[in-house]
């Protein structure tokens, strides 16, 4: 069974920082591409940055420069380290786990349950 659990989000005020972890049994980083996306109220999910299993990572344009995806495969475990924060950047911020597999039609995607990012302005 795959779980990818997500914590560290909070309340935070203009120009902090948080980091999320997202921890994962039933797959491994070393053979995933990891994701995190967000959803703020009233609007669609979006992808925040994505870190291959060979560690090259990918950013949304808002959030070059300020986000920093990375994952430690002995724990398992990927990260979201969240500079600058603005406003914005509220949303509830959800973990992604896609196994890598050789036929799309085997592509699994999973998620976790989520964890609230809230920026003061």
């Known amino acids: 069974q795959v779980q990818l659990a997500e914590s560290g989000g909070g309340l935070v005020q203009f120009g902090g920082s948080l980091r999320l972890s997202c921890a994962a049994s039933g797959i491994h980083l070393s053979t995933s591409t990891m994701a995190w996306y967000r959803q703020a109220p009233g609007k669609p999910r979006e992808l925040v940055a994505t870190i291959t299993s060979r560690g090259s990572t990918n950013y949304a344009d808002p959030v070059k420069g300020r986000f920093t995806i990375s994952g430690d495969n002995a724990k398992n475990t990927v990260y979201l380290q969240m500079n600058s924060l603005k406003p914005e950047d509220t949303a509830v911020y959800y973990c992604?786990?896609?196994?890598?597999?050789?036929?799309?039609?085997?592509?699994?995607?999973?998620w976790g349950q989520g964890t609230q990012v809230t920026v003061s302005s």
């Open positions: 992604n786990g896609k196994p890598n597999v050789l036929n799309p039609k085997y592509e699994r995607n999973y």
